[in-house]
């Protein structure tokens, strides 16, 4: 015997297996519609590859595969593709996704299906994809993609792969029916994925409330080095990480993998479907599955096809649904209700539960936590359920996180346990779901914080750039000046700009007015100073009688003009200025006697001020001096001061907001006024 | 008919707080059984006037809160705590003073605070308190018990000294754990021979009060409405301070184990006061630790208080400690290597 383990926690709710495991898995037949949700199992939905009206046949792949974690989707029947809608599924929420719908043509012919049977022979990564490609997705609940489970990381050590058939859910017997009558191709589906994956062992691993199950497995794993382990019942063994540490006393790290304590879980359900696929060639169409509660007349297992509609399987086990208020997809503990039984079967449907009110009474109204701590002692997490309940009504999401919230499973111990009937594990849902909702917030928050604080970078960045240029330019210009300075005493170049420059600098100092004149004077002077010029030459040339006469007479004719043209300007420009001036100086300006009469004017407006008004030009005044006070304080307080200086103008600080608080109250009764 | 929309599980067991609170009442039937043998009918006197009490404070602190009579009083958290004050008191105890304790209880103690799961501190333990310390004279006066000499008063006598006070005057005598702390000069052995207060293992009727309420603490236990932790490290922890100051029974001794044990409230505090799920620690770790820390200060307070016994006031100390306790003995969550959230 195998040394087992035990986890904290855990409950013993009535098993009420019995009922449906008296009858063999019974064939459910072919429904008159067939309902194929694309989304199945967690990961992305699968894409349509067929068109309405187009003949299918059974085994046909109807939807591909889209992205790592994503499984294909293929016909349970051959038939038409009656429609590709929006149908209602079997989700918590009750919301509708894309189905694709087919109406069976009642012959239920076969696609040619290609086996494996001697897959030893196979690589290992082309198993992974025949996996893929029948559509095998984890049929225990969450319905996860059994190729990605498989697809081991490389250089990752696998110790132990467990085949799970612990089924500690009550109520559900499908995974003990197949273990019942199936037990071959268990084992044989046990045997693929051994040689898929490598491990060091293989373990069946089944609660001992299923001695049939135990006794068939074992027959059939005779001589295979297969291990079936029997453990004492208890829920929730069969959650994967409760199971881990049951058969190997590992426990999987928060939120990692089990493939880091070197561990692979399959279900019982996917392992037969993995059988199939590979052996056979068959992909995922059926599945078994649970129909039991009171208000059916004849619980049992049924061979179902994918998307046949509850109601049809519900009918044949004699459903009675005056006696029914809820319709549970899966046990009584993890298990959701469904909005409607029209909705189809999918892979992780193990059972349908349709119980009578006095077999699961509506709960009645949560009474006070009394802390008991009853939740604690079931929870196979060791949380401390009743604190999480006390953070999660005051959403208090920090402590709930330090309270390791996320560690939960949902597996509804603590609310099973509780004596107030408080709905735990909804908080704990509730909780979850706001806080995931916050870090999406937050990260899209800091995402943006991010870019803009990169994009400043990014400006400033370039911003320093250009100065390091500007200032590069400017070194090597003032270097040239240097070494052209020592060769020769002075750049002519340079000194041209420099007195250019000084000229420039002299004319806008001395002011537009007094330039304009000057330029006006200047241009009459040296108009005169080429007449006189000019006249001189003039005479000169008459006097010797030369040929240039008449030009230079023209030319003293032209300069004669420009001087009075210049002159004129000169004397308008005077004019015009004198009498400007003259209006500015018109009245007597002292400016000691303005600036009293201004401060008279004020006092007088002062006075005029409405108390309001009065009040609220104190009130600002006195802000100001705060302000000024206080950035004085923190000068001083930087400057590390003398302690008396800061003590005093900490006092004047405190006094000023002091004048400012009565001047509010002032304010405040002028408004009211 | 629409089918029902709800979410996991949607099964419950079959545990309710209603039924948690008759179990404990339940389990005091036979240690008020004992009590009323060895000290006649003023226990039981006091716990019917203190359920009438209870209920009507209870109802009036509901309907001032605004909140559904029929749905909190059926809860039977009232009863709960008029049964364990009334235990507590002293029998033939007056009206008024029973009367004055549950108000305390009930209205400071529990609705003040909002009501049934929000109290920090035990209700009755409070109450009782209040009432020590209000009332020392009546509140440690107590019946002399069967075999002590004298007789025990019989029902009318109870009714009487509870609801007439003035015209009955009351017997009384010091209990085995007040004659133990005036002890200054005898050894135990002499002590226990020359008082007839003392019985075969401890107090004369105190033993097997505290036998029956062990027995009813057991069977709680086995019914797992609380768990181990708390009550035996209680017990355990008063224990050993009784062993290690033993002294060989000289005239400086506390009491043997057994004695302690058997005397006074032990027993009935242990398995139930300490167990009152809504102020004690809530971790297992944690409840070891608040149970140990109320034996060492029952033992305390019994030995070098003033009080003779010490119950009360070491819970309600505790009770202050809870949560402080409860914040460092966090449990280590599956898939985590240490206690503080850790990875």
């Known amino acids: 015997m195998r040394k087992t383990f035990t986890f904290h926690g855990g409950i013993h709710p009535p098993e009420n297996k019995h009922q449906s495991v008296r009858t063999p898995i019974a064939d459910a037949g072919i429904p008159p519609e067939l309902i194929i949700p694309l989304s199945q199992h967690i990961g992305a939905p699968a894409g349509v590859v067929v068109e309405i009206g187009q003949h299918v046949l059974k085994g046909q792949m109807i939807a591909e595969a889209q992205g790592f974690v994503s499984v294909p989707k293929h016909a349970p029947t051959s038939g038409t593709i009656h429609a590709i809608e929006d149908r209602l599924i079997a989700h918590p929420s009750g919301h509708l996704a894309p189905c694709i719908v087919i109406v069976p043509d009642g012959k239920d012919e076969w696609i040619e299906c290609k086996g494996t049977p001697h897959y030893e022979t196979v690589d290992k990564v082309k198993l992974i994809g025949l996996i893929r490609d029948a559509g095998v997705a984890g049929m225990g609940g969450a319905g996860f993609p059994s190729s990605v489970k498989l ?130 060639g ?153 806080i995931l909702q916050q870090r999406r917030d937050h990260e899209k928050a800091e995402a943006s914080r991010i870019r803009f604080e990169s994009r400043q970078q990014r400006l400033e960045q370039a911003e320093a750039e250009k100065e390091a240029k500007r200032a590069a330019r400017k070194k090597a210009a003032e270097q040239r000046a240097q070494s052209a300075g020592t060769d020769t005493g002075e750049d002519p170049i340079q000194a041209a700009i420099a007195r250019a420059q000084a000229k420039k600098a002299a004319q806008q100092g001395a002011g537009d007015e007094q330039s304009e004149l000057e330029k006006l004077e200047k241009t009459v002077v040296s108009a005169q100073k080429r007449l006189d010029t000019a006249t001189t030459k003039l005479e000169q040339a008459k006097a010797e009688g030369s040929d240039f006469v008449e030009a230079l007479q023209t030319g003293v004719e032209k300069t004669r003009t420009k001087l009075a043209a210049a002159e004129q300007a000169l004397t308008a420009y005077q004019q015009s200025h004198n009498q400007a001036a003259a209006e500015q100086d018109a009245p007597p300006v002292d400016a000691a006697k303005a600036a009293i009469e201004k401060a008279m004017a004020k006092r007088q407006a002062e006075a005029a001020m409405s108390p309001l008004e009065k009040a609220q030009s104190d009130l600002a005044k006195l802000q100001q001096r705060l302000q000024k006070t206080e950035e004085k304080l923190a000068q001083s307080k930087a400057n590390g001061d003398e302690e008396k200086v800061i003590v005093a103008l900490e006092s004047t600080v405190v006094r000023l907001s002091e004048k400012i608080s009565a001047t509010q109250q002032t304010l405040q009764a002028a408004e009211d006024a | 008919m629409a089918l029902m929309r709800l979410t996991s599980p949607h099964a419950h067991g079959p545990m309710s707080t209603q039924r948690v609170m008759q179990y404990v009442l339940l389990a005091t ?28 404070c209870e109802s009036f602190a509901l309907k001032l809160r605004g909140r559904p009579l029929g749905f909190y009083l059926k809860d039977c958290s009232a009863l709960v705590t008029a049964f364990l004050l009334c235990i507590a008191l002293p029998p033939y105890s007056p009206w008024w003073l029973i009367a004055v304790g549950i108000a305390s209880s009930i209205l400071l103690a529990k609705q003040l605070y909002g009501g049934l799961g929000y109290n920090p501190f035990n209700p009755a333990m409070a109450g009782y308190v ?84 062990l027995a009813g603490g057991a069977w709680l236990l086995y019914q797992r409405i609380f768990t181990w932790h708390a009550p035996v490290a209680m017990l355990a922890s008063l224990s050993l301070l009784a062993a290690i100051f033993y002294d060989g029974g000289s005239s400086a001794s506390g009491g043997s184990p057994l004695f302690h044990l058997f005397s006074g409230a032990t027993m009935f505090g242990a398995f139930f006061i300490v167990t009152d799920p809504v102020t004690s620690a809530v971790s297992l770790r944690g409840r070891l630790i608040y ?18 016994d010490a119950v009360a006031f070491a819970v309600l100390i505790m009770n202050f400690a809870a949560p402080f306790i409860d914040y460092y003995t966090q449990p280590r969550t599956y898939g985590h290597s240490d206690k503080r959230g850790e990875k």
């Open chain 2, 130 to 213: 209040i009432l020590l310390i209000s009332f020392p004279v009546q509140m440690t006066t107590w019946a002399p018990p069967l075999g002590a000499g004298g007789e025990v008063p019989g029902l009318w006598q109870a009714l009487q000294a509870c609801f007439t006070p003035g015209q009955y005057d009351a017997v009384t005598m010091a209990t085995p754990l007040d004659v133990l702390k005036q002890n200054n000069s005898l050894l135990i052995e002499d002590l226990w021979q020359q008082n007839p207060q003392f019985g075969t293992f401890a107090g004369l009727g105190w033993e097997w009060a505290n036998v029956a309420f």
């Open chain 1, 282 to 434: 068959r992909p995922l169409i059926s599945r078994v599955t649970t129909v039991t509660g009171n208000a059916v007349r004849e619980p049992q297992n049924f061979q179902v096809l994918l998307g046949t509609p509850m109601r049809y399987l519900l009918e044949k086990a004699g459903y009675q649904p005056e006696k029914n208020r809820r319709m549970i997809m899966g046990g009584p503990m993890m298990g959701f209700t469904v909005p409607d039984i029209d909705v189809p079967i999918v892979k992780t449907t193990n059972c349908l539960l349709a119980p009578t009110e006095a077999e699961l009474p509506t709960p009645p109204p949560a009474q006070a936590c009394i802390r008991c701590g009853m939740c604690a002692e079931a929870c196979p997490a060791s949380l401390l359920p009743q604190q999480l309940f006390w953070f999660a009504q005051g959403k208090e999401f920090e402590k709930l996180e330090e309270h390791n919230l996320f560690d939960c499973i949902e597996c509804g111990a603590c609310s099973y346990a509780c004596p107030s009937n408080i709905p735990l594990v909804q908080y704990y849902r509730a909780s979850k779901a706001e």
């Open chain 1, 151 to 280: 697809s081991v990381k490389a250089g990752t050590h696998i110790e132990t792969l467990i085949i799970n058939g612990t089924e500690c859910e009550p109520y559900i017997t499908a995974d003990d029916a197949l273990m019942r009558e199936r037990a071959e191709q268990i084992i044989e589906g046990a045997k693929i994925l051994r040689y898929i994956i490598g491990p060091q062992e293989t373990l069946i691993g089944v609660e001992d409330n299923k001695p049939e199950g135990i006794a068939a497995l074992r027959a059939a794993a005779q001589g295979t080095g297969i291990e079936v382990v029997d453990f004492p019942t208890k829920y929730p063994s069969g959650g994967e990480k409760q199971l881990i540490e049951i058969l190997t006393g590992k426990q999987v790290p928060s939120g990692g993998l089990p493939s880091q304590v070197g561990v692979v879980c399959q279900n019982i359900g996917s392992t037969v479907a993995i059988y199939e696929a590979v052996v056979h």
């Open chain 2, 29 to 56: 039937v036979p240690g008020i059984i004992v009590l009323t043998h060895f000290f006649g009918f003023g226990t039981l006197v006091n716990i019917l006037w203190g359920c009438v009490v209870a209920i009507a």
């Open chain 2, 291 to 308: 149970g140990a820390l109320i034996g060492v200060l029952v033992y305390l307070i019994r030995v070098r208080g003033n009080y003779p």
